[in-house]
């Protein structure tokens, strides 16, 4: 391990609290949030804390962007360790109230921009021997009502990384979900 760590959902909130701890251990953060002003707060805290980086606009529903995201990792740092996928959305209703819109938005979000993450950081990770976390919530195991969509994405993300613990175990990658 060379200490490099990429942080989707840097820009506020448990991304920047996952951000500021690991720039305290002093590992390379390359952190992305579709919040610019938030994920510039946030390099600006993590150098405050003796930590380094940079930062990289990046919409987690939007592969290209991701991929662009990896790559620019590989060029900066030559390559990563270790990837968190925490960038997400929380919304909620009955599910008679969400629209396919309102589910289509957390879908993309909080399990496909997951998914993406994951692909698009694989090759990285599988040379590295690099580490996968990815962020869930305990509504993947305890389902709150009128928070269906927020639920089932969760629990995606859930299924999706104890398949990839599976898939991955003879690559020395591992796989956590938190």
């Known amino acids: 391990m060379q200490n490099r760590i990429m942080i989707t959902g840097a820009g506020s909130g448990l991304g920047r609290e996952i951000a500021l701890r690991w720039a305290r251990e002093g590992w390379r953060l390359a952190l992305s949030d579709v919040n610019d002003v938030g994920l510039q707060e946030t390099i600006r805290l993590v150098r405050e804390a003796g930590g380094d980086g940079f930062v990289l606009r990046c919409d987690v529903r939007d592969y290209s962007q991701l991929t662009a995201f990896a790559q620019a990792c590989d060029e900066r740092f030559g390559g990563i360790d270790v990837i968190v996928n925490n960038a997400g959305v929380a919304s909620g209703g009955f599910f008679n ?47 709150a009502p009128a928070m269906s969509n927020y639920n089932v994405a969760k629990a995606g993300v859930v299924a999706l990384s104890e398949s990839l613990l599976v898939e991955l175990s003879d690559q020395d990658a591992s796989v956590h979900v938190v």
């Open 97 to 143: 109230e969400l629209s396919l819109e309102d589910w289509d938005w957390q879908i993309a979000i909080n399990l496909m921009g997951v998914v993406k993450g994951c692909k698009a950081f694989l090759p990285m990770l599988l040379a590295s021997k690099g580490k996968i976390i990815n962020i869930a919530s305990m509504a993947a195991l305890m389902q």
